[in-house]
């Protein structure tokens, strides 16, 4: 079992759901100081580096990501929107980086919401089969790519409840979430759901003042 994150973390809520697992939010905070078994970059399709959290990472990750993305694009050429791949973390905490190509916003009509949806689960169904246990997202396709955040937020949520659920070897997940306005957006959409019936069922734990 890789990457269980013993550290105690600071969160503003968290998510309990059945069998020990949990869903933590956190921010304004820097996803390539994670301490969990993998952290997810909202990677393009080209994997080799951009702006954004993609360029953060493999900044402080070093050159051992870029690597190990050459070798995959060499294989399968770039990488289609909603699928995801693994590499080493480098020089980062997180032990591996999974690179996800998150859709480009065109107004909500070309199954952005689907991709969007596939980029979390399939990450997460990556770390379970690497027997992952921990793993720290960023808001993915909120940046350049233009996804409206509440939005993302409520499709980031759900997917990660559905996709922790299933999952064997994955009991956390983190949202590493750069400003106070995303942080609160997904905060937001945790609440809507945990009044829905259509996701597993969780409790929403908030952080003491």
Known sequence: MIG??????????????EHGKTIEFHGPADITHET??????????????????????????????????????SKIGSLPAGKAVITTGGRLPAKHVIH????????????EAET??????????????????????????????????SEAASIAVSSAIEGLASADHVTKIRFVLFDIATLRAYERAA??????????????EKASP
């Open 36 to 73: 969990t078994g993998a952290i997810v970059n909202a990677a393009n399709s080209s994997l080799l580096g951009g702006g954004g959290v993609d360029g953060a990472i493999h900044k402080a990750g070093g050159p051992a990501i870029l690597a190990e993305c050459w070798h995959i694009v």
């Open 100 to 111: 996800t190509v998150g859709p480009v916003y065109r107004g909500g009509n070309r199954d």
């Open 4 to 17: 269980l994150d013993t550290d105690v973390h600071d969160f503003t809520i968290c998510l309990l759901l």
């Open 191 to 204: 609440e809507k759901l945990s009044h829905s019936n259509t996701a597993p069922p969780f409790q929403i």
């Open 116 to 149: 969007l949806t596939s980029c979390h689960r399939e990450s997460i169904r990556l770390a379970d089969q690497r027997s992952i246990e921990s793993l720290a997202f960023p808001a993915i396709s909120t940046g350049a790519f233009g996804y409206p955040v």
